[in-house]
């Protein structure tokens, strides 16, 4: 369905989108941080070497404040320290908030770099990680070399990062449901005049109407007007095609007619031959004929015949011609339209109810099934017609379906009355089965594709 798949495109183009957002956004928000919490240690570590410094008795002084309280709160994950890296200092220093020491990696493990720096992370006092900055510095002129260290609270940079980072998709998921919801609403208003194309050919093939008509946009309007060009091109090959089939039946019937009376009228064999003959070329134009049009009219969104209406004039019909006999009708409640021409139609069930009513012994049944709701073809019905006569043996149904191929020579008739219904269901894409009645007799099922 164009409609689905539009919009699941777009669905899934808008996640892929937005996971893409999220993804850049978050990681450049933790660079930024990361970035900016080294430039807080860092700093701070400039105003630690700058607050501390050494006595001439290599005792370790100084009192740094760096501007935070949280460098005095206990275990607050903010720490300073001072420790003597030489032998000739002694008294280390620590900020108030580190209640023990921490340790630090070997130098192999983690080395300086050419700033005699180097950071890594270590378990703080609470439990909590934090991110160590560490530089040696040289104090005084003895070669007396000091321990710097500024540590910072990396469980709650990242406790931040993650909060952000929560926030950022549910935001984000929120604008992408608008944003589905939006092109979704969107995408379906787009494709509603497709959807007046579909019902306005819905209306074409039940034949409540004959082109598309009604306001379309600018896009439609060329699809619009084709359709109705290939519309009105149909109806006019069907028109010629009729017109033609008509001309071709009345230029031969009349020289027909004169070649039969002439046969009739000649006494002898030879007339008795020119008689015959006529009349058989008359029934095979007429089966050709009939054949011809049909298959100009299959398809054709331009005709379209009320089933049920024809069932029972058909019926009606038959009933004045054999009084004698009982015709049953059934039809459904619900109207079916045949999608072909009412001619036709008459000719496979008027064929099918003269052979019934011809071999019956009392009593036909005239039977229309349209599809019940929940079958999943529903464009498709059937017609049957029974009998109580004779009917057909199983192996010979075959042959009664073949082009002037009589099975009892005692009833009068060419034997093309099956074979013209057969040619004509085929043309119309439908079947014709032969089976035994439960009264007894034929049963003929035609299925025909309804509009």
Do not use: C
Request: glycine residues 8%; proline residues 5%.
């Amino acid at each position: 369905m164009l409609t689905f798949r539009v919009v699941a495109f777009s669905t899934i183009w808008a996640v892929i989108a937005l996971v893409v957002i999220a993804t850049v956004i978050s990681t450049l928000f933790r660079q930024v941080s990361n970035r900016g919490f080294e430039e807080v240690l860092s700093a701070h570590l400039f105003n630690l070497i700058a607050s501390v410094s050494a006595s001439d008795a290599g005792r370790l002084e100084g009192s740094p404040n760096l501007g935070d309280l949280r460098f005095s709160e206990p275990e607050s994950g903010w720490y300073w320290a001072v420790e003597p890296a030489s032998d000739s200092l002694h008294n280390p220093l620590r900020s108030a908030s580190l209640t023990r020491t921490i340790s630090s990696p070997s130098t192999a493990a983690v080395p300086f770099n050419r700033e005699y720096q180097r950071t890594y992370l270590a378990r703080g006092p609470g439990g909590e990680t934090i991110q160590v900055l560490e530089a040696e510095i040289v104090l005084g002129e003895d070669e007396r070399i000091a321990r710097f260290r500024v540590m910072g609270n990396h469980s709650e940079l990242e406790d931040e990062i993650a909060n952000f980072t929560r926030r950022l998709f549910t935001y984000l998921a929120l604008f992408g449901l608008g944003t589905v919801a939006i092109n979704a609403f969107a995408i379906l208003l787009a494709l509603r005049p497709l959807r007046s194309i579909r019902l306005a050919l819905a209306d074409i093939r039940a034949g409540t109407a004959e082109r598309l008509s009604g306001p379309f946009p600018g896009e439609i309007v060329p699809l619009a007007e084709e359709t109705n060009a290939l519309i009105e091109s149909n109806r006019r090959i069907i028109e010629r095609s009729r017109k033609q089939v008509g001309n071709l039946a009345h230029s031969l019937k009349t020289p027909l007619a004169v070649l039969m009376n002439e046969g009739r009228a000649m006494e002898g064999q030879r007339g008795a031959l020119i008689s015959a003959q006529a009349s058989a070329m008359r029934q095979q134009i007429d089966y050709y004929l009939q054949r011809a049009r049909a298959a100009a009219q299959r398809n054709s969104l331009a005709l379209r015949s009320p089933v049920n209406e024809t069932l029972e004039r058909m019926a009606r019909v038959a009933g004045k011609l054999n009084p004698e006999k009982r015709l049953e009708l059934r039809l459904p409640p619900e109207n079916v339209v045949f999608a072909g021409e009412r001619e036709d139609l008459e000719e496979m069930t008027g064929n099918l109810l003269e052979n019934a009513m011809k071999w019956a012994e009392s009593r036909v049944a005239l039977i229309l099934e349209a599809p019940p709701e929940d079958t999943v073809d529903r464009r498709s019905f059937a017609i049957l017609i029974e009998d109580d006569g004779p009917g057909i043996p199983e192996d010979q149904a075959r042959q009664a379906l073949q082009r002037g191929r009589r099975l009892d020579e005692s009833k009068p008739g060419s034997g093309l009355g099956l074979a013209i219904v057969a040619d004509l269901v085929e043309e119309y894409g439908g079947t014709l089965k032969l089976d035994r009645s439960a009264l007894g007799g034929l049963k003929v099922e035609v299925k025909l594709v309804s509009a």
